[in-house]
């Protein structure tokens, strides 16, 4: 008959590694992750753009809907994104879409790598690949608009 493993033992190994993440990662970061912000597609999309990260195989995906017919007037009115990674590109993808959405193109086009990992309070050097990711899928989204 198999061993049982003790209620006690699930718990620790549990608390260790929620402990473990919250010494890698910052709040912002474990917050996104844990409460992804305009997950999923945009039901007609104007614009849509995946890219996968060849190394790690980390993938984003997303989605826009614009409103304006004029380029200095089209805005991104839903922005919504998916992605099947690690802690940091869910994040990431959860934080680029707070700080686009409602933005003009030219706005859009105007944030850094910088501004994302400054909105997520830092990421470790390891997980930079992240940043890199969301930012990359966001210029093959804005292209040709």
């Known amino acids: 008959m198999p061993s049982r493993v003790p209620r006690g033992v699930e718990r620790i190994r549990t608390s260790r590694r929620t402990h473990y993440n919250r010494l ?4 912002e ?8 912000r305009n997950a999923g597609q945009v ?4 614009r849509a753009a995946q890219l996968e990260n060849p190394v790690c195989g980390d993938i984003l995906e ?5 409103e304006g017919t004029t380029l200095e007037g089209r805005r991104i009115v839903d922005i919504r994104f998916r992605a099947k990674g690690c802690v940091p590109a869910i994040a990431c993808g959860s934080a ?10 030219d ?5 850094s790598r910088e501004d994302l990992v400054g ?3 830092g990421l470790p050097q390891a997980s930079t690949h992240a940043s890199h990711l969301a930012m990359d899928t966001l210029a093959a989204l804005l292209r040709g608009l």
């Open 107 to 111: 706005e859009a086009r105007k944030f």
């Open 29 to 36: 970061v474990l917050d996104h992750f844990q409460n992804p």
């Open 24 to 27: 890698v990662y910052s709040a």
């Open 96 to 105: 680029l879409t707070e700080l686009i959405q409602g933005k003009t193109i």
């Open 62 to 66: 997303l989605t826009l809907c614009l």
């Open 43 to 46: 039901a007609s999309p104007d």
């Open 119 to 121: 909105k997520l309070g």
